[in-house]
């Protein structure tokens, strides 16, 4: 699931277990702490569905800092707005998928298309 759809309970848990290596579990007035290890891939859009380069990480993702600090690697992927850019992806895309079906048709393509490296 997107990490920023979490709810505010879950990501406490999710911070315990990482800065912790343990979570506690409390049933039927038991409360028992459990070892973990675990390794979490997270992935989220930006606030307001935009990234502002201005603000900082956590005003982006309104993760607070110091659940971002117990990442070792975080990755910014920003896609610009470049409506020329999609189309050649888009048409590049779509002629890999022909092409790829045997049938030799293929989409005109722009003369100073770059394709996708």
């Known amino acids: 699931d997107e990490f920023g759809c979490i ?7 999710i911070h315990e277990a990482m800065e912790q290596q343990h979570l506690s579990v409390a049933k039927g007035g038991i409360v028992c702490k459990l070892n973990c290890r675990a390794t979490i891939v997270a992935v989220m859009n930006p606030r ?18 110091p659940l971002l600090s117990r990442f070792d690697l975080i990755f ?8 020329q850019r999609d189309d050649n992806i888009t048409t590049y895309l779509l002629n890999q998928a022909i092409s790829g079906a045997g049938n ?3 989409l005109p393509m722009d ?3 770059s394709l996708p490296s």
């Open 111 to 113: 003369d100073n298309m």
């Open 76 to 83: 910014k992927l920003i896609d610009t707005s470049d409506a």
């Open 48 to 65: 307001d569905c935009l990234y502002d380069n201005h603000s900082s990480l956590s005003a982006n993702t309104g993760l607070g800092t």
């Open 104 to 106: 030799g048709n293929q």
């Open 7 to 13: 709810n505010e309970k879950d990501r406490t848990t």
